[in-house]
């Protein structure tokens, strides 16, 4: 009997915590789609204004024709399906919008550093290359990285069960070492027209369910989640740079590699700053975007080959 009452009296609770037919509750909108060729692409693009219209924006990739998919693909729902749901709504691992932060504080004092760093060595020493070293040259030096790191892109599209892109790496690979000239030219791309393909280990722990759990902002390194740093350490043992008999070698290889990436994007942090009400909000939560949208399109390359 004394069931029955608690049933009774939960069901008349619940009836009465319904919404009203007057209430219009909307399901709330999914946040804006990016694909830069790069993180600081994809803060900057992240903070423009919306269209008037109120419609989310897309952007294409300048390294694949395949079309964007919705920036909530992994762990969000692309919409409530009625209102009586929204009684539920605390129990979603994540908020509908950005990422969980419960270091915020602490990963207020390492944006701070970063953005210091960047001002003040970084930025400067990028400069100075960039007047020194032309154009061309600088995108060759890119293009021999971006080889060079060729097998962790390749072993992450089989972890994800990407055979074609898996090929395409390879192919890639083989030709740019060769004709190539050790990856300084990007024939694949200009010849072949196979684009490189965008997979690591944090995105690979997407793919396969794993949420990001809450971001961090690592000094130097800057914005991460807890799920990418994982895939950072991934990564790091399917980088061959990590297997040189001189470790000096690799820690003077980085910043290097730092320097030139930060020639090709000057300008753009800068912007992101400017535009920004809040550029440690906006930061956390372009990347946050940035890398759903990643895993996103990585899910549909996997069931639509």
Known sequence: MNRVCWICFFLALYLIMLPGPCTGSQPPEAPVSVSPSDE????????????PSGEANSFESPHTDEPLLSANQEDEPAEIADEDTSSTSSELEEPARGIADPLEPVNRAFFHF?????????KPVATGYKAVIPEDGRVGVQNFFSNLTTPARLVNCLLQVRWKGAGN??????????????????????????????????????VWGIGPAFYINW?????????????YVGDFFL?????????????AIRPFELVNETSLTLGEYESLKKAALDPYIAVREA??????????KSRNRQNNP
Not at 117 to 122: E, I, M, N
Not at 287 to 296: E, F, P, V
């Open 40 to 51: 600081l692409g994809a803060m900057a693009i992240a903070m423009k204004p919306p269209e």
């Open 114 to 122: 970063n953005d210091k760093l960047y001002f003040w060595v970084l």
């Open 169 to 206: 790496e390879a192919v890639r690979f083989l030709l740019n070492t060769t004709l190539g000239m050790a990856g300084f030219l990007d024939l694949g791309r200009t010849e072949l027209k196979i684009q490189k393909q965008e997979a690591d280990f944090g995105q690979t722990l997407g």
């Open 219 to 231: 000094p130097i390194l800057g914005p991460s989640t807890l799920r990418e740093t994982v895939g």
């Open 239 to 251: 980088d061959p740079r990590t297997y040189l008999p001189s470790q000096p070698i690799y820690y």
């Open 287 to 296: 990347y946050y975007q940035y890398r759903q949208n990643k895993i996103g």
